[in-house]
């Protein structure tokens, strides 16, 4: 009875730090910044979701508040309505990584709409009311900002 009780389940990675404790979850976005103001491309409707799982995935997916293109689903969009959709769109998954000695977790692309790198390092903030503030090394001056979903 037992091995079949234990054949239905299945086990999960432990999570290996306080960080990653912290970060497992799905995160709702908030705001993109560039030097403290609103980041040009991310308006008011702009949407996003990142998740991170206790077994070391995750996947973000983030919809610029642009025009929405559409076109009937048994045609293909004219090149303007693809590139569009494409540009307005920032979508990948794969695994990460945490360096909690330089404060920065790693993801490692292993599809993306846009795989001209294939990792992501970026500077992480806990903040005092639940927020996590991401910071690509790349582009110091800009901020994403995520609140936990409940």
């Known amino acids: ?14 999570v290996q730090s306080t960080v990653a ?7 709702q976005l908030l705001s993109i910044e560039t030097n403290g103001k609103p980041w040009p491309n991310h308006q008011a409707h702009s949407k996003g979701l990142i998740y991170y799982d206790v077994t070391g995935h995750m996947a973000a997916q983030i919809a610029l508040d642009r025009p929405r293109q559409s076109w009937p689903q048994n045609q293909e969009p004219t090149p303007e309505q693809a590139r569009e959709a494409i540009m307005g769109y920032i979508a990948y998954f794969g695994t990460y990584t945490i360096d909690e000695r330089a404060q920065i977790i790693i993801h490692h692309r292993e599809g993306a709409i846009n795989l001209d790198t294939i990792d992501l390092i970026r500077k992480y903030e806990f903040t005092a ?4 503030i991401l910071t690509p090394v790349e582009t110091p001056t800009t901020r994403l900002v995520w609140k936990r979903i409940k």
């Open 21 to 27: 404790s912290r970060l497992i979850g799905t995160w």
């Open 129 to 132: 009311d639940g927020r996590l």
């Open 1 to 14: 009875a037992l091995a079949v009780l234990v054949s239905g389940v299945q086990f999960q990675r432990p």
